[in-house]
């Protein structure tokens, strides 16, 4: 089978370098590859062409199969990179993200976005700055952008501007739990959409800021959608979690109540409120992505709290457009929380060793694991919803509708009392109610 996408450069390394060319695999058959060989040893497979930008889990069957046989795998440049010539070898690492960065259906063409004002808060976060990005490429009407952290606020508005040459964006620095603030931002503005992705997310440092929790997470959010329905805002969209889901942790029950603020919005308002549940997302800040690839690149060890521990993964660019493309969804009037098919939870010790291999290194020999236990607030296995209830389809295969329990009434009076009393409330008195509206929180660690 011939390489048939290769640029000269990648030719002429290939004929004056490789001895034998050999397929050893089915997958294999169906991607462009070479195999560089030492002697009869297979030590470098070398993917060539686009198909695994399709096909992701194609790639990490790949993958497997040459981690199995100790060949390390890497990948030919974008023969149309404008500095392609300069790399001695036009050759790089796979990056973790491409092997999850699974195919998502095209946004509706139809959907008017360029007379939209959106709203999005934690614009400066993450996963915040990715929607910005997305968001400017439908060109709507107005983009604001909320984010407590100057820093980042501005390094987002530089690269809008670099990329995009974007002019009807407004940068606003402020705190979603300062009422009088957002009050003053949606009169001014009058938003018609709102991306909600701030939060405190980090669950070890989360679990000892119980109160820093609850202001952002759950007074904050309470606080947006007034706002928002206060100025006939059409659609509230929150980015929520998979920990939210019979919550042990206090990032994962704060996120839970979060989610019920949002029923209640659905109940009293006009507005569509959505919350949106998914895993772990790759490479974001603070998640285990970051930590490993710089645990490897110093040579390790690379820690793991346990070697049961599995996760469900997504990409950034995907959870995004999953965002986007479940705010357009027909009949969404109807939904409270919607989850995204995530495919199978992969074990936390096996995105390490791959992210190893990845590196061209060996798990072991090359960089040592090292497993640290669970940490208060953790599971082994997280679900992204409660299998009690019901899943409904949204029309679209990867998007389903999670049919929750009817939120409790009281729920908005106990959130006025705790607004009018947060200054004065301990610690204790904070855990206490929190379990009282999540009672998975009292559970032990699973």
Same mark, same amino acid.
């Given at each position: ?12 390394? +290939? ?61 030919? +440049? ?38 939209? /004002? ?53 940068? #606003? ?42 202001? @952002? ?30 919550? +042990? ?7 839970? @109540? ?49 070697? /049961? ?6 990409? #950034? ?21 919607? #989850? ?55 029309? #679209? ?50």
């Amino acid at each position: 089978m011939l390489c048939i996408s290769l640029t000269e450069k990648t030719r002429k390394y +290939i004929e004056s370098t490789w001895v034998k060319v050999k397929f050893i695999h089915k997958s294999l058959l169906e991607v462009n590859t070479k195999f560089l060989y030492n002697s009869e040893t297979p030590i470098a497979a070398i993917l060539i062409g686009a198909l695994e930008r399709n096909d992701p889990s194609k790639l990490r069957e790949i993958l497997s199969f040459c981690m199995d046989k100790g060949i390390f795998m890497q990948k030919e +440049i974008n023969p149309e990179h404008p500095l392609l010539s300069h790399f001695k070898y036009p050759f790089r690492n796979l990056e973790i993200d491409e092997l999850y960065d699974d195919s998502t259906p095209e946004l509706p063409l139809q959907f008017d976005w360029e007379q939209e /004002r959106i709203l999005v808060t934690g614009a400066a976060g993450s996963i915040g700055s990715e929607l910005v990005d997305q968001l400017a490429q439908l060109n709507p009407a107005q983009l604001i952008i909320i984010d407590h952290a100057e820093s980042p606020l501005y390094e987002l508005c530089l690269q809008l501007e670099e990329n995009h040459r974007w002019q009807r964006l407004i940068p #606003i620095l402020a705190d979603v739990s300062d009422e009088a603030r957002m009050q003053e931002i949606f009169k001014q503005y009058n938003p018609t959409r709102v991306y909600h992705t701030a939060a405190c997310k980090q669950l070890p440092v989360v679990e000892t800021n119980i109160r820093e929790a609850i202001r @952002v997470n759950i007074l904050g959010t309470y606080i947006l959608t007034k706002c928002a329905a206060a100025v006939q805002c059409h659609h509230f969209l929150m980015v929520s979690t998979d920990k939210s889901v019979d919550a +042990i942790s206090i990032m994962g029950a704060t996120k839970r @109540v979060a989610e019920q603020v949002l029923q209640l919005a659905n109940l009293k308002s006009n507005m569509t409120c959505i919350s949106t549940r998914f895993g772990n997302v790759l490479g974001s800040n603070g998640s285990v992505v970051p930590r490993f690839k710089k645990q490897i690149a110093q040579g390790g060890p690379v820690t793991i709290t346990d070697s /049961r521990m599995m996760r469900y993964f997504v990409s #950034i660019g995907r959870a995004c457009r999953l965002i986007l493309q479940t705010s357009v969804l027909a009949g969404a009037e109807h939904t409270e929380v919607v #989850i995204f098919d995530m495919g199978q939870p992969v074990p936390i010790e096996k995105l390490a060793r791959m992210m190893i291999h990845l590196a061209g290194l060996r798990p072991g020999p090359d960089v040592r694991m090292v497993f640290t236990g669970l940490r208060p607030g953790e599971k082994l296995k997280e679900v992204l919803y409660l299998e009690k209830l019901k899943l409904e389809p949204t029309g #679209i295969d990867c998007i389903s509708r999670v049919v929750e329990e009817a939120v409790e009434p009281d729920l908005e009076i106990s959130l006025i009392k705790l607004q009018d009393q947060f200054s004065t409330q301990s610690e204790g008195q904070f855990k206490s109610w929190l379990q009282y509206w999540v009672p998975s929180l009292s559970a032990k660690v699973k």
